[in-house]
């Protein structure tokens, strides 16, 4: 009966314009309870067919049938070994066994079993070694251990032996010619010693995507008069029986071999024990992955100690220079925080009082007796602002036929652009600290002495600098940006190291990947979100409103960004790519999400960009919790949740379906 049935397979692909085939009418019966070799060079087609039969390449036109169903239904019956040894580098030899035991959901009494077994026969090191310290031929090794662990009944083997020892292979062809015939099962090898395929009981010759051959060992001698497989391979590439059907289509009929019954029941969509394989084995992995514990533990906080110390500080060290054309001999006077002001106003110098509010700011003047020498100092930046302070300055304050007072010139350094808000900001704050002091001392007008204008809190206080509101926004932008890197790089790496591939074929569904990675980034999203509350806490940032909500949207947003990594590493099967996107996405949050400058001043043509951001107004929502103290219940709070959520529920779903549109690497 057979087991594995391909007819007319053809898979193709276009290189510079040109079509290769790669499977030109393939053709191929394995039965029940045989080992079928498939032999060929480098090239000709034998992984391909493999990757064809396993699911993971889609044929442009043919059937291939594994117990008379795609062999994607009928996984758990399956042990399929790739070329490569597709295996996470960081577990240890038993944890790798387990990882591949429980996506086939075998009890611990049955592994353990299996295990002592298999480790005897494959002659494995220490179970506590890991994978990256195994040498190659000992990697081969546990490929194969992990590919026969679940007892399969059909193995799909490409070239198992190879970087094994004599020895070994022999044993591995004992072992498998023994469960061959007494266990029924069924393997499709392929391999590069052509002898070794004597043990089997049947064998495929391809040659450029055409099986040229296929029949029992010695039944090919015969035909071909030759005294070995290897002669016979080279007879019948020298002859070029290309097509040749004498011994491909003389072959029988032969009744399909259906898959067992309990398969058609299992339509489970999430299964527990496939859930704890792929989290124990991401627990095991992120653990002993030094890069991976930087990025969610160290890196996040390190960024928000360089941020506060970086930025939004007051500017120091400034120096004012200053002509005083009324009084030159301030800089012969003490001024320091005590009042110069006397008890009869007229006959004082109010601007020495002036200079002495400006060096209560913590900024030092310096005092130049000419225009030249002081315009010398600007442009070679000794100081930063010069102020000019006219003869006439107290005289006009209290001559009330002047509607203005003597003009003071200001000239700032405008290459130092956030310094200047800095200086005029204390400049003016100065100037009215002058202004009421002169007010209580002296007989000035009552406008004078309330101020022209007054500032009043409706939301928050007064006195938070831009550094407050820029870390309000670190602290939401961190997560996202942490847990969109980590996704891009561990999707990217697990698919390039095989795993990914490996583990779809051991009939893991996509529910599971996506369900099992979504639980891996709530995790790791607490752990950001403590950091960052932590952080909040330490630099004295006041949450007016609801640190639980704060907390909840930490870690809704990391979820985001670990999810938008997740479908940006299943849609660009390179890392350079998925990794340039990523970039891009971040690099756009940063600039249009609010996060340094407003959303307001943004150019037209971009605003649309930075409102379906997901950083966007979520960093509004939080902002605006911290600062203003706002609910749940608040419109943009509401807005803020209502995007976050969103994003979660839209990845998700077009994750899910992107999975099932293109489930395998192409790497």
């Given amino acids: 009966m057979s087991c594995v049935e ?16 790669i499977l030109n009418g393939i053709n191929m019966n394995v039965d029940e309870g045989t080992i079928y070799a498939l032999i060929g060079a ?34 758990k019956l399956i042990g399929f070994m790739p070329q490569h040894n597709s295996l996470v580098a960081e577990l240890t ?15 611990n009494d049955t592994f353990y079993e299996r295990f002592n077994m298999i480790r005897r026969l494959l002659e494995l090191p220490q179970s506590n070694l890991k994978i990256q310290n195994l040498s190659g031929g000992q990697q081969r090794r546990v490929s194969l251990a992990a590919t026969i662990i679940h007892n399969p009944k059909l193995l799909i083997l490409d070239e198992p032996t190879v970087g094994l020892d004599f020895l070994l292979r022999e044993k591995i062809w004992n072992f498998l010619i023994e469960k061959t015939e007494n266990e029924g099962l069924t393997t499709i090898i392929t391999t590069h010693y052509i002898s070794e395929a004597a043990n089997a009981h ?78 124990v084995k991401e627990f095991h992995r992120m653990k002993r992955n030094y890069l991976e514990i930087f990025l969610v533990l160290i890196l996040p906080i390190f960024q928000i100690i360089i941020f506060n110390n970086c930025i939004g500080l007051m500017p120091t060290d400034l120096k004012f220079g200053v002509i005083n054309y009324e009084n030159q001999h301030c800089k012969n006077q003490t001024i320091n925080n005590n009042s110069i002001l006397s008890e009869e106003c007229p006959n004082s110098t109010f601007s020495c009082e002036l200079i002495n509010q400006i ?64 200086a005029k900001a204390k400049i ?67 698919r390039i190291a095989g795993v990914w591939n490996r583990t779809l074929l051991c009939g893991v569904n996509v529910a599971e990947i996506i369900l099992a990675r979504i639980i891996e ?17 330490i630099y004295g940032i006041e949450i007016v409103g609801s640190s639980l909500l704060i907390f909840i949207i930490m870690i809704e947003i990391a979820v985001v960004g670990f999810m938008l990594g997740f479908l940006i590493s299943i849609i660009f099967d390179k890392f350079q790519a998925s990794s340039g996107v990523g970039q891009i996405i971040l690099v756009l949050g940063i600039f249009t999400g609010g ?66 549109k293109r489930k395998f690497s192409k790497i």
């Fill in 6 to 21: 391909v007819k007319n397979v053809f898979k193709s692909y276009w290189n510079g314009g040109k079509e290769e085939k």
């Fill in 42 to 75: 480098s090239g000709c087609g034998k992984t391909t067919l493999l990757s064809c039969l396993m699911g993971v390449q889609k044929p442009q036109s043919g059937e291939l049938k594994v117990f008379n169903r795609k062999s994607t239904e009928v996984s």
């Fill in 93 to 107: 030899i038993i944890e790798t066994l387990q990882y591949f035991s429980r996506l086939y959901e075998m009890d």
């Fill in 202 to 279: 049947r064998c495929g010759f391809m040659r450029k995507g055409i099986l040229i051959s296929e029949d029992e060992p010695r039944k090919i001698l015969r035909n071909l008069n030759v005294g070995s497989l290897d002669e016979a391979f080279y007879e019948l590439c020298t002859k070029e029986y290309f097509g040749n059907q004498n011994i491909i289509e003389n072959r029988q009929e032969r009744k399909n071999v259906g898959a067992d019954d309990e398969l058609e029941n299992d339509k489970r969509i999430f299964r527990y024990k496939i859930l704890k394989g792929l989290l």
């Fill in 359 to 422: 060096n209560n700011k913590n900024i030092e003047t310096i005092f130049y007796d000419s225009n030249l020498q002081a315009i010398e100092d600007f442009k070679i930046r000794n100081i930063f602002t010069l102020i000019e302070i006219p003869e006439n300055f107290t005289k006009i304050i209290f001559d009330e036929s002047n509607e203005k007072f003597g003009e003071i010139s200001v000239s700032i350094d405008n290459l130092k652009h956030p310094v200047i808000f800095f």
């Fill in 428 to 494: 003016i704050e100065s100037f009215f600290d002058f202004m009421g002091k002169l007010a209580e001392k002296c007989d000035v007008n009552e406008f004078i002495r309330t101020k022209p204008m007054r500032f009043f809190e409706l939301f928050g206080k007064l006195d938070y600098d831009s550094r407050t509101t820029m870390m309000t926004a670190i602290v939401i932008s961190t997560p996202f940006t942490m847990t969109n890197i980590f996704a891009l790089l561990i999707i990217s790496d697990t």
């Fill in 521 to 537: 980034c709530l995790l790791i999203a607490f752990i950001l979100a403590i950091s960052m509350m932590t952080c909040l806490n």
């Fill in 595 to 660: 996060i340094f400058w407003p959303i307001e001043s943004l150019s037209t043509w971009i605003k649309p960009i930075s409102y379906v951001h997901p950083l966007t107004f979520v960093i509004l929502a939080v902002r605006n919790v911290i600062i203003k103290g706002f609910s749940f219940y608040q419109p943009s709070v509401l807005l803020g949740l209502a995007v976050v959520n969103s994003w979660i529920i839209f990845l998700a779903i077009l994750s899910y379906f992107v999975l099932e």
